[in-house]
């Protein structure tokens, strides 16, 4: 046989085929652009779904004031998850790379999820504190009032789905995932890495004042430290989903 003859030794990979199919800085940030428009496209086409049902007119102002029901704002949220995924499928698929190994779908173990959970509790904690302190609310009222009225106009449920499952994968998937995968991989190394997927997650929640996005800033970041730390994106997924569930259901159905 070829292969236990000295003359024909086995063939082996060249070393460019053993290099990881990873998207550095430049392709991240372009396919995070694409991804994050299609996100934008699958939530902003619910929205017009709806308003072509009702017979409205296909004009902003008539978009907006459909887009603020509760029902409707939930469904986009939910319709945007297919689409993020879809783009990240193909990004990655154009790599040629598994994507299950390429956003670290792997579970992390209970002791990591534990130690994630604790972490992620102390932080709220602490603005908890702080916001005690300097006599603001916890929540930003414009996300009590569309929870609490969603509860009133019989979307609790809907909306207890949306931002705790479908919303934690959307923005843990582009962010946590892709973009920490492919920046990690460039000049800007892990530290790097967690810190620009931590702003650009930030950035997500501009609807926030600067109190709160700095909030979002320490959660992102302990989000980034637990992908790394676990290599697992489920972790931060799960942690992200807990958040949200939290905080919907004490504004829901248990705050003043």
């Not at 063939?11 to 430049?26: N, S």
């Not at 994968?169 to 190394?189: H, P």
Request: glycine fraction near 8%; avoid cysteine.
């Amino acid at each position: 046989m070829d292969s236990l003859n000295p003359d024909h030794p086995p063939i082996t990979a060249a070393p460019a085929d053993l290099a990881p199919r990873v998207w550095k800085f430049w392709g991240t940030a372009l396919w995070g652009l694409f991804i994050f428009a299609a996100m934008f496209v699958g939530q902003i086409g619910a929205v017009v779904l709806l308003a072509s049902q009702r017979g409205l007119p296909m004009d902003l102002p008539s978009l907006q004031l459909i887009g603020r029901e509760p029902q409707t704002l939930a469904l986009s949220v939910i319709t945007g998850l297919p689409a993020t995924l879809l783009a990240v499928w193909l990004a990655i698929r154009i790599k040629k790379a598994s994507f299950v190994d390429y956003l670290a779908l792997h579970w992390p173990s209970w002791k990591q999820l534990l130690f994630g959970a604790v972490g992620l509790i102390l932080i709220v904690l602490v603005w908890e504190t702080m916001s005690r302190a300097l006599g603001r609310e916890a929540t930003p009222g414009s996300m009590t009032d569309l929870l609490k009225s969603g509860r009133d106009k019989g979307a609790a449920l809907l909306l207890l789905f949306a931002f705790s499952v479908a919303a934690p994968m959307s923005e843990e998937i582009l962010a946590r995932g892709f973009l920490y995968r492919g920046w990690s991989a460039s000049f800007l190394r892990v530290p790097g890495a967690i810190l620009l997927s931590s702003l650009i997650w930030t950035v997500v929640h501009l609807q926030y004042d600067l109190y709160f996005l700095t909030e979002v800033l320490a959660i992102g970041l302990w989000f980034g430290y637990m992908r790394y730390r676990s290599d697992s994106l489920w972790i931060t997924i799960v942690l992200h989903a807990l958040n949200n569930l939290t905080a919907v259901v004490l504004t829901m159905w248990l705050g003043s």
